[in-house]
């Protein structure tokens, strides 16, 4: 199974960035943002990226759009300051752009501003790394 990881961060924590790694570390794969469009065609993106505004963020979008021919199926990985996952507005992109997005997803809360200070924790990355090498070793 091929496999790619793409991240989009825009917060100075770099929360996004923090938790790609993590995904990095767990399947042996660079974590790249989505400034780097894919080569060739992957089996499953794994799509890391955070809430903003209530929506998921245009250069996201705009990566998916361009690379809609390369991917197989998304994996969605997503952190919040509310707890609420972008799997949602992932799909509603996914959709318009025919690309499968896996019912599977990894979430977790993050901080922001002055909420939820020190999350991601190492407890977080750790179900991150479990959830990305499943889903790497899943058919
Ligand atoms: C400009 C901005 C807008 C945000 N809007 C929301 C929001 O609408 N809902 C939410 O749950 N979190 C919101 N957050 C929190 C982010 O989803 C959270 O901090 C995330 O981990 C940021 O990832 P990053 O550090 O990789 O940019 C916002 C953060 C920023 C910087």
Not at 19 to 48: C, E, M, P
Not at 69 to 79: A, E, K, L, Y
Request: glycine share 6%.
């Amino acid at each position: 199974m091929t496999i790619a990881i793409r991240y989009f961060t825009k917060s100075k924590k770099g929360n996004t960035e923090k938790l790609a790694q993590q995904i990095a570390k767990a399947t042996g794969l660079r974590a790249l943002t989505v400034a780097d469009d894919l080569k060739s065609r992957v089996d499953r993106l794994f799509l890391v990226n955070a809430m903003y505004a209530a929506n998921i963020d245009g250069e996201v979008k705009d990566f998916l759009a361009r690379n809609k021919d390369q991917i197989g199926q998304i994996v969605n990985f997503s952190t919040s300051c509310s707890g609420k996952s972008t799997w949602s507005m992932v799909k509603r992109v996914a959709d318009e752009l025919e690309i499968p997005l896996s019912e599977q997803e990894f979430h977790c809360a993050a901080s922001w501003i002055f909420l939820n200070k020190g999350l991601p924790c190492e407890e977080d990355y750790q179900r991150a790394r479990r959830f990305a090498q499943d889903m790497m070793e899943q058919g």
